[in-house]
């Protein structure tokens, strides 16, 4: 059996690429994830980390979810914190944020080697030993309790009031306690160089840039386009899916499909005028049908890496998006035709998206096939193959730099005698 050092000598052995056909043994592995209770972005990302290391242990805050959304994750049932138990769990889980933090240091990784957690929220805050390797991928230090305060506040009708001063004062020491997790990390991997500066903005540390995967293989090349424009997204503020409806219902020649529900719901109703056509929620394939033959995808959130715009890409289909964000990693914006996959807007208002509609009608035939090649920047594939680089980077640094040779050995060694092998191709 490989020990570690032996691996991670052979990842740093330049050209091979670390982790691309070859066998990690990284000892007993606990993998930690914010909440289970839908299947989403974070929760892809999850089922891939799992892909990686099939026999690891997963923890959460609370798991309630479906048995075909677990199939997705190996079927794996995580252990719980005593949130799980408490009244309304399953669908008020939210409120107890100000418990989460206390809730996921009760959760005990202390029998493994690696911790891998996956966070938006509060994972990362795992307590894990000096001879242990946390390595934290981060979807986003926690949204509410940073940057995104204030819209938080003014979205949830708090900016004013008992309410909301307890909320201030709440989301206050959640910002504390969750820069003092920080120091626990060993190596953070961020989700898009956009969550990376806002990573070193409120930890203080670099972090390596791994985008999420995407599954590429779902979402087929389409290169006959019709004429009408879509967008596709759970309706909540952030997202602005209102912003997208109102600014096509002041151009009544465009037609624009929406599909998805949500709190927004109602309001996007309300806007909407007889060329937007409310779809609701929608399957998965009628959700890639309606991908494959629009004109365009049109994109307004400020997102931390936006996978719906990948897809829409991987589909053939450009992409009009808001000009922050990981959609600046995602989409080309090019004068070049041989390159360009989209275009952006600079502010999220009717006007912008107007004059970005407008410019993208001037500028003529999208190349599908550009499209689809950016998009397989994305696939799975890369992301298991970039991640497990990064893992046995920290690995051989701890090795190597931080612990004394005879504590280096004996950890190789007991790990060793306890691991089971992992192939993964």
């Known amino acids: 059996m490989d020990t570690i050092e032996d691996q991670v000598g052979s990842c740093a052995d330049p050209p091979q ?40 242990d997963l923890f959460t805050v609370v798991d309630f979810l479906t048995d075909e959304d677990r199939d997705k994750l190996l079927g794996k049932r995580a252990t719980t914190s005593f949130i799980q138990r408490l009244p309304r769990a399953r669908t008020a889980y939210r409120t107890y944020l100000p418990l989460m933090p206390l809730a996921i240091e009760q959760l005990d990784v202390s029998g493994y080697d690696l911790v891998i957690s ?27 309790a940073w940057d995104l305060q204030h819209r938080y506040l003014s979205e949830s009708r708090l900016t004013s009031g008992l309410k909301g001063g307890i909320a201030r004062v709440l989301l206050h020491y959640i910002r504390i306690w969750d820069q003092r997790t920080a120091h626990g990390v060993d190596a953070f991997i961020a989700n898009s160089s956009f969550i990376a500066r806002r990573i ?6 670099d972090a390596t840039v791994v985008y999420p995967p995407v ?51 109602e309001r996007v109703k309300a806007v909407a005028t007889p060329n937007v056509t409310l779809l609701g929620y929608q399957s998965d394939i009628e959700l890639i049908d309606y991908m494959q033959r629009a004109k365009a995808f049109v ?52 006007a912008d998206v107007i004059d970005a509609v407008a410019r993208f009608e001037a500028m003529g035939a999208f190349d599908p096939l550009v499209c689809r090649a950016n998009a397989l920047r994305f696939t799975a594939e890369r992301f298991r193959d970039e991640l497990l680089d990064v893992v046995a980077k920290a690995v051989g640094h701890r090795v190597s730099n931080e612990l004394p040779h005879t504590a280096a050995s004996s950890v190789a060694a007991a790990g060793s005698a306890r691991r089971s092998e992992t192939s993964w191709i």
């Open 118 to 144: 996956s966070s938006h929220a509060v994972a990362k805050g795992i307590l894990t030993g000096p001879d242990q390797l946390h390595v934290s991928y981060v979807h986003s230090p926690i949204r509410y």
């Open 215 to 265: 599954d590429i293989r779902s979402f087929a090349l389409h290169t006959q386009k019709e004429d009408f424009y879509l967008t596709a997204s759970r309706m909540v503020p952030y997202k602005r899916v209102p912003l997208i409806v109102e600014a096509f219902a002041n151009m009544p020649e465009r037609r624009l499909v929406v599909i998805g529900d949500g709190p927004d719901f």
């Open 17 to 56: 690429p670390c982790g691309k056909h070859r066998r990690r043994d990284f000892g007993r592995v606990a993998v930690v994830h914010d909440w289970l209770t839908t299947y989403a972005g974070s929760e892809k990302v999850l089922a891939q980390i799992l892909q990686i290391w099939p026999d690891a």
């Open 200 to 205: 070193r903005k409120a930890y203080g540390y």
């Open 299 to 350: 994109f307004a959130a400020e997102e931390d890496f936006g996978i719906t715009p990948v897809e829409a890409q991987a589909c053939g289909t450009p992409v009009i998006a808001y000009g922050r964000g990981g959609s600046l990693e995602t989409v080309v914006g090019s004068d070049d035709a041989r390159t360009r996959t989209g275009l952006f807007f600079a502010q999220q208002s009717v």
